[in-house]
């Protein structure tokens, strides 16, 4: 079993920047993937940016790059998505994910979730 547990969301407004962090634990030797996703209110389930553990390798969400990155320090277990020029629409819970298969933005790639971290951003 893997465990991740995010932090970091909060309220800001716009144009402010915000920095989440996702800490891993648990059996995660074969976690070759982890991710950010988010559930704005009233809207599907996206994914924002995902990260090869291995190589670095990223991939962004075309609403999102440009603003925001994600990065990785493996020797804590941990992922990051600094979130710089945030925008109302930016509003949502965000998630991070962990899994062994693919490369992907789909949330049916990945395996193991968070309980997610609300960031709201006022206009």
């Known amino acids: 079993q893997v465990q991740l547990v995010e932090s970091g969301g909060g309220s800001v407004q716009a144009g402010g920047s915000l920095r989440l962090s996702c800490a891993a634990s648990?059996?995660?030797?074969?976690?070759?993937?982890m991710a950010w996703f988010r559930h704005p209110p009233g809207k599907a389930r996206e994914g924002v940016a995902t990260?090869?553990?291995?190589?670095?390798?990223?991939l962004y969400a075309t609403s999102v790059q440009g603003r925001f990155t994600i990065s990785q320090d493996n020797a804590k277990n941990t992922v990051y998505l600094q979130m710089n020029s945030l925008k109302p629409e930016d509003t949502a819970m965000y998630y991070c994910?962990?899994?062994?298969?693919?490369?992907?933005?789909?949330?049916?790639?990945?395996?193991?979730w968070g309980q997610g971290t609300q960031v709201t951003v006022s206009s």
């Open positions: 990260i090869g553990i291995c190589r670095g390798t990223t």
């Open positions: 648990g059996v995660t030797y074969n976690v070759r993937y």
């Open positions: 994910a962990a899994g062994g298969r693919i490369y992907s933005l789909n949330p049916a790639d990945f395996d193991y």
